[in-house]
């Protein structure tokens, strides 16, 4: 997939929803796992935050590529 179509596809509205959802599912569980410790003692700092961040970005972009993926297929078969 060339990026250009990764990037039509991460502003499709039909394709956002089901990626939030991935987002917030598997980037909560994620979140939890990596930084749920250090965020009930306290002691997240702005790097930990920032990879909480990134937590959530990561399934996002996987999501959207997957569903992208999936929709070519499905025009070319």
Not at 23 to 37: A, C, P
Not at 42 to 52: K, L, P
Not at 56 to 63: E, F
Request: hydrophobic share 45%; glycine share 8%; charged share 20%.
């Amino acid at each position: 997939m060339k990026l250009k179509d990764f990037l039509l596809c991460a502003i499709d509205r039909e394709l956002m929803p089901r990626a939030l959802k991935v987002s917030l599912l598997v980037g909560s569980i994620l979140f939890t796992i990596n930084h749920g410790s250090v965020l009930l003692k306290g002691q997240m700092t702005r790097e930990r935050w920032i990879a909480g961040l990134l937590t959530y970005i990561v399934p996002y972009g996987v999501s959207l590529h997957g569903q992208c993926v999936s929709r070519s297929h499905n025009k070319i078969s």
